[in-house]
Each structure stands twice: as C-alpha cells, then as structure tokens.
Nanobody
Framework: QPQLVESGGGSVQPGGSLRLSCVVSGFRLDYYAIGWFRQAPGKEREGVSCMDGTTDGSTEYADSVKGRFTISRDNVQNTVYLQMNRLKPEDTGVYYC?????????????????WGQGTQVTVSA
C-alpha cells in the first residue's frame, strides 16, 4: 500500500540548488521515518538524510551533506523534501526516498522497506 514518488531532480552547475520532493500515499507521513538515499553509477547506495517517524521529527544527515542539505516535511501535502544547496559534482546520483517499516521508528532503527523510483540529480560544469 505505501507509495512514494520522487521528483525535482535535474542537471545543475556546481554551487547550484535543487529541491527534491517525495509525495507519499497509503500511510501517515508523520508516523514513519523517511530517508533520502542516493546512488552514483558503480557505487553503493548511501544514506543522505532522514527524518524520524516521531512527533519531534528529528533529522539526521550524512557528513558529506551537513550544512548543505535540509530535510523537511509537509504533513498536509503528504510530501517530504530535500533541499540541496551548494551542490557538488560528487552529489550526482539517483536519489530515492524510502519509508520505515514500523510506525514511530527513529532513523537509526528504521527498516526502510518501501522505496520510490528515484530521481536523477546531475551536478556538472
């Protein structure tokens, strides 16, 4: 039942910005951990950012994106966002959003079992 659809990817120059959106359905967004992941060609998928499935919605970021990326959610619009600023070529990859399996989970313990189809982000001069 859970569905997640990413959008907002594109091609930008280094230093540019993009805002990715993940529209969810089939579950209450604020009840579940939502993570953003990315995968570059030939590399393993890595976690980028995550928001806890808790009332406070605590956030986590990979060291490589801290200070540049911001995760947020709009529970009315059933959308989680990833604002990406000061993009670097190494940020290039397919970005996925994913949902934790169990309600109330924090990111550290979440089992991300439902995934979107991904959206391509390309950062190049």
């Amino acid at each position: 039942q859970p569905q997640l659809v990413e959008s907002g990817g594109g091609s930008v120059q280094p230093g540019g910005s993009l805002r990715l959106s993940c529209v969810v359905s089939g579950f209450r967004l604020d009840y579940y951990a939502i993570g953003w992941f990315r995968q570059a060609p030939g590399k393993e998928r890595e976690g980028v950012s995550c928001m806890d499935g808790t009332t406070d919605g605590s956030t986590e970021y990979a060291d490589s994106v801290k200070g540049r990326f911001t995760i947020s959610r709009d529970n009315v619009q059933n959308t989680v966002y990833l604002q990406m600023n000061r993009l670097k070529p190494e940020d290039t990859g397919v970005y996925y959003c994913a949902k934790g399996l169990l309600a109330g989970s924090k990111c550290a313990s979440a089992d991300f079992s439902s995934w979107g189809q991904g959206t391509q982000v390309t950062v190049s001069a």
